[in-house]
Nanobody, 114 residues
Framework: VQLVESGGGLVQPGGSLRLSCAASGFTISGYAMSWYRQGLGKGRELVATINRRGGVTYYADSVNGRFAISRDTAKNTVYLQMNSLKAEDTAVYYC????????WGQGTQVTVSS
């Protein structure tokens, strides 16, 4: 079982990034899939969740209207489209799969800076 995040990097304020989370060893349609983030010196924060049926069930207030979570079951991949990025979005972003068990990816760094 593996979750591999990609798509992070350095972006200027106001810019966009799309994160990907490729799953292997299980089918994402059987899991609630979420993105979390952890800024330097901060706790891990839930950013967005998409449920097993593909419906979006949660956005953090801080990202609502700017970020969008989606999935492609054919590719077994979850995405996080991040628009209008701000410096406070700087963090390591983690993918999580939750059912009876919980799986985590290794994280991808997003840095928003001019």
């Amino acid at each position: 079982v593996q979750l591999v995040e990609s798509g992070g990097g350095l972006v200027q304020p106001g810019g966009s990034l799309r994160l990907s989370c490729a799953a292997s060893g299980f089918t994402i349609s059987g899991y609630a899939m979420s993105w979390y983030r952890q800024g330097l010196g901060k706790g891990r924060e839930l950013v967005a969740t998409i449920n097993r049926r593909g419906g979006v069930t949660y956005y953090a207030d801080s990202v609502n209207g700017r970020f969008a979570i989606s999935r492609d079951t054919a590719k077994n991949t979850v995405y996080l489209q991040m628009n209008s990025l701000k410096a406070e979005d700087t963090a390591v972003y983690y993918c999580n799969a939750e059912s009876a068990l919980s799986y985590w990816g290794q994280g991808t760094q997003v840095t928003v800076s001019s």
